[in-house]
Structures are given as structure tokens and as C-alpha cells.
């Protein structure tokens, strides 16, 4: 089945900087979905893309899709330490969402 | 109502003994669904409620697990016969409708099984 890859693994910024994350995918999608998710318990939607859109934006998050790559990015500009969290793309198939296995994201003041 | 919300926050069984998870989806929800995620890993797909249809079922990973949904609202996932491996946080969300929609998180329900 398809499922989110998200990379790196883990990224350790500082304040201020921007964080980048990458999601590789393995079918077609209708949409891609990107969650945050504070330590270990229920993850809070960021932001939802559909196929036919290129580029999202929603405040400091700034969310890409190329269909041709299968590959998003979610983009946090201006990070603060209160953005630290696991953040997960997933992507329909079927009736659910499939993850990937997420990106550590470690800010530091 | 508020949010999605599940009970208990934390269970701590014996090896042998049976749970039962409770989820209170978003009131209109019709879409709700059971994920289980295991320590620094992501989100397992367990199973999917929508509206009166059949269950999707296809995540469960063993027939001690099983799952209802009363009144296309309230969820309890039942675990039986608990193994030491099923020891994760169990994770429910409810949406609009399908997955293509944003789906709202619950807070976890952490299981130990010693």
C-alpha cells in the first residue's frame, strides 16, 4: 500500500531558522495531509493539500506537492521552540489515512 | 462537542486480561477511526466507521482485536486475551465524512501490558 516517507528523521534547528521536511509517496493521491504531534498523543492537523494544487500556505507553514515526484514539503519558516513536535504527511487510500513514520523536529531557544 | 475524547487516558493491564478503549467522536462526525501507534513510530491504521456502512476492518491485526460503533457515535475498541506487543497509544479521530477530510484527533488512550 502507499505510505508517507517523511525525511529527515530527526532535524535539530535553532530558533529562528526554517525547518524543512520531505514526504515521499508511492501511488497516485487525491490529497496529502500534514499533521503535528506533541509528545506521543493525538496529532493536530496542519494543513491539507489536494492533487491539483501546487502550493499551500497557512500562517508560518508553507506546504508543496509535485505529483510528478510524489514527493511534498512542508516548510516552517521562522521556527519558534514551541513548534517542537513529531510532524507526519499522510496520504489517503482507501477509507484511511496512511503515515509515515514522521519528523523529529527539535527547535532550541 | 469540543473535541474528540477518549477514556482512559492511561490503562495498565496483565498479559491475559481484556480492555476496552472508549472513543467520543465530534458530534456530526460521521467518519471515525481507531489508529495504534507504537513507541517513536508512526500511526497503524486499525479500522474505519462510516455513517451505517460495514466497518473497514482490514487493519486489525489479529482477532483479539475487534471494535463497535453505537449510534454512529460513541466507539469502543476491545482488545482480548492483551499481549505484552500490544502495548502502544491508541489513537482515535473522527471527520466530516471520509479520510479525504481533515481528521480530528483524540488525545490517546497509553496501554501497557506488563
Known amino acids: 500500500s502507499q505510505q508517507g516517507e517523511e525525511d529527515p528523521q530527526a532535524l535539530s534547528i535553532q530558533e529562528g531558522e526554517n525547518a524543512t521536511m520531505n514526504c515521499s509517496y508511492k501511488t497516485s493521491i487525491n490529497n496529502l495531509q500534514w499533521y503535528r504531534q506533541n509528545s506521543g498523543r493525538g496529532l493536530v492537523h496542519l494543513i491539507l493539500i489536494r492533487s491539483n494544487e501546487r502550493e499551500k500556505h497557512s500562517g508560518r507553514l508553507r506546504v508543496t506537492l509535485d505529483t510528478s515526484k510524489k514527493s511534498s514539503s512542508l516548510l516552517i519558516t521562522a521556527s519558534r521552540a514551541a513548534d517542537t513536535a513529531s510532524y507526519f504527511c499522510a496520504t489517503g487510500e482507501g477509507g484511511n489515512l496512511i503515515f509515515g513514520k514522521g519528523t523529529k523536529l527539535s527547535v532550541k531557544p | 462537542g469540543a473535541g474528540v475524547s477518549q477514556s482512559p487516558s492511561n490503562k495498565v493491564t496483565e498479559k491475559g486480561k481484556d480492555v476496552e478503549l472508549r472513543c467520543d467522536p465530534i458530534s456530526g462526525h460521521t467518519a471515525l477511526y481507531w489508529y495504534r501507534q507504537s513507541l517513536g513510530q508512526g500511526l497503524e491504521f486499525l479500522i474505519y466507521?462510516?455513517?451505517?456502512?460495514?466497518?473497514?476492518k482490514s487493519g486489525l491485526p489479529s482477532d483479539r482485536f475487534s471494535a463497535e460503533r453505537t449510534g454512529g457515535s460513541v466507539s469502543t475498541l476491545t482488545i482480548q486475551r492483551t499481549q505484552q506487543e500490544d502495548s502502544a497509544v491508541y489513537l482515535c479521530a473522527s471527520s466530516l465524512a471520509s479520510y479525504q477530510e481533515t481528521q480530528y484527533f483524540g488525545p490517546g488512550t497509553r496501554l501497557l501490558v506488563l
Open positions: 466507521f462510516q455513517g451505517n456502512s460495514a466497518p473497514d
